[in-house]
T-cell receptor, first 109, second 115 residues
Framework: GQNIDQPTEMTATEGAIVQINCTYQ??????LFWYQQHAGEAPTFLSY????GLEEKGRFSSFLSRSKGYSYLLLKELQMKDSASYLC??????????FGAGTTVTVRA | IAGITQAPTSQILAAGRRMTLRCTQD?????MYWYRQDLGLGLRLIHY???????GKGEVPDGYSVSRANTDDFPLTLASAVPSQTSVYFC??????????????FGPGTRLTVL
């Protein structure tokens, strides 16, 4: 099974940088995903890491260290529209996802 | 292209009633999933299907059943609803191909209240 931990809430100022950490314990790791979920909406895919290192996609980057069971999502140049929940999910060898409880990010003007 | 659709959008249901949540995808994805999302608990997998004709149990399957008669549809049935099944239900699908990201894409969700 999977045990996934991420902070419950974070607050940051528009234009700033925020880093959301995710730690996991797994019986069989096969990739890590980050999803964004605005209130009342469906989760949407942000990033995928399966090898160690940094994946960059515009203002968003995701990092993975498999040996440490650790990932982070980095949001740069924060905008008001980035206020949302960010979900860390670990995939097992059967291609099933286990999700963390999510981190609610609030961006202030 | 609609992607994934779910129906109904929301429903209030009396305890003990039977209810089927519908999910349809038009992406020809092999794999489909049902999750429930509760405050503070995140998304939890109820049932999944790797391909038409097969289904499997997820983390919280009790009180729910599914079928996968064809590629596009994956209905979730609550045989006798209980208040603890009050939740937001999301259907998702993925290509189901081994290797690569095999990203899951989510439907808009069904908000179910059982009284």
């Amino acid at each position: 099974g999977q045990n996934i931990d991420q902070p419950t809430e974070m607050t940051a100022t528009e234009g700033a940088i925020v880093q959301i950490n995710c730690t996991y314990q797994t019986s069989g790791f096969n990739g890590l995903f980050w999803y964004q979920q605005h209130a009342g909406e469906a989760p949407t895919f942000l990033s995928y890491n399966v090898l160690d290192g940094l994946e960059e996609k515009g203002r968003f980057s995701s990092f993975l260290s498999r040996s440490k069971g650790y990932s982070y999502l980095l949001l740069k140049e924060l905008q008001m529209k980035d206020s949302a929940s960010y979900l860390c999910a670990v995939r097992d060898r059967d291609y099933k996802l286990s999700f963390g409880a999510g981190t609610t990010v609030t961006v202030r003007a | 292209i609609a992607g994934i659709t779910q129906a109904p959008t929301s429903q209030i249901l009396a305890a003990g009633r039977r209810m089927t949540l519908r999910c349809t995808q038009d992406m020809r994805h092999n794999a489909m999933y049902w999750y429930r999302q509760d405050l503070g608990l995140g998304l939890r997998l109820i049932h999944y299907s790797n391909t038409a004709g097969t289904t499997g149990k997820g983390e919280v399957p009790d009180g729910y059943s599914v079928s996968r008669a064809n590629t596009d549809d994956f209905p979730l049935t609550l045989a006798s609803a209980v208040p603890s099944q009050t939740s937001v239900y999301f259907c998702a699908s993925s290509g189901g191909l081994a290797g690569g990201s095999d990203t899951q894409y989510f439907g808009p969700g069904t908000r179910l209240t059982v009284l």
